[in-house]
T-cell receptor, first 113, second 111 residues
Framework: QKEVEQNSGPLSVPEGAIASLNCTYSDRGSQSFFWYRQYSGKSPELIMFIYSNGDKEDGRFTAQLNKASQYVSLLIRDSQPSDSATYLC?????????????FGKGTKLSVKP | DVKVTQSSRYLVKRTGEKVFLECVQDMDHENMFWYRQDPGLGLRLIYFSYDVKMKEKGDIPEGYSVSREKKERFSLILESASTNQTSMYLCASISRIYGYTFGSGTRLTVV
């Protein structure tokens, strides 16, 4: 069973701090990794994707990938109350079956003013 | 930007009714997906389709069927709605580079 694991949280950080969200995956053959943000009652929206080991930065967001450790993380710098949401990690399984993604259950982030 | 449109945001149906959830995407994507999302259970794949008239079962297909007569439209059918199908239903299409784009979701309540 290919799995993606995330701490469900809630993760609570003060405004302006760095929020660190973590994700591990079981399928060593996974090649593509995605982070989605989901506000309460809304659908998930893509915020970052990463394919290569290392860091990828986009504004206040940094995705980090370590394929050897089967670990992907999302850092949010200068956290804002508007970042309060559930963050879903998703990976493509090996075998690439028609583009399916495997999702974690999400980490709920709360940024306190 | 890819747009995925789900026809209804909220639906209330009675037990035993046949329910149709419609999804349309405007980017000529081949692969489309239906998920349901429940608290504590995350996203669970119901069905997906990689071409017109093609469909594949996901992890929880029981009680559901799908239809893909045109490339842009993927419909989810609840043959006989039951209360345990009360959920948020999400449709998505996929780009190889950008992953999924989700529709806005349909919150279905079966009473």
């Amino acid at each position: 069973q290919k799995e993606v694991e995330q701490n469900s949280g809630p993760l609570s950080v003060p405004e302006g701090a760095i929020a660190s969200l973590n994700c591990t995956y079981s399928d060593r053959g996974s090649q593509s990794f995605f982070w989605y943000r989901q506000y309460s009652g809304k659908s998930p929206e893509l915020i970052m994707f990463i394919y290569s080991n290392g860091d990828k930065e986009d504004g206040r967001f940094t995705a980090q990938l370590n394929k050897a450790s089967q670990y992907v993380s999302l850092l949010i710098r200068d956290s804002q109350p508007s970042d309060s949401a559930t963050y879903l990690c998703a990976v493509t399984p090996s075998g690439g079956s028609q583009g399916n993604l495997i999702f974690g259950k999400g980490t709920k982030l709360s940024v306190k003013p | 930007d890819v747009k995925v449109t789900q026809s209804s945001r909220y639906l209330v149906k009675r037990t035993g009714e046949k329910v149709f959830l419609e999804c349309v995407q405007d980017m000529d994507h081949e692969n489309m997906f239906w998920y349901r999302q429940d608290p504590g259970l995350g996203l669970r794949l119901i069905y997906f389709s990689y071409d017109v008239k093609m469909k594949e079962k996901g992890d929880i297909p029981e009680g559901y069927s799908v239809s893909r007569e045109k490339k842009e439209r993927f419909s989810l059918i609840l043959e006989s709605a039951s209360t345990n199908q009360t959920s948020m239903y999400l449709c998505a299409s996929i780009s190889r580079i950008y992953g999924y784009t989700f529709g806005s979701g349909t919150r279905l309540t079966v009473v």
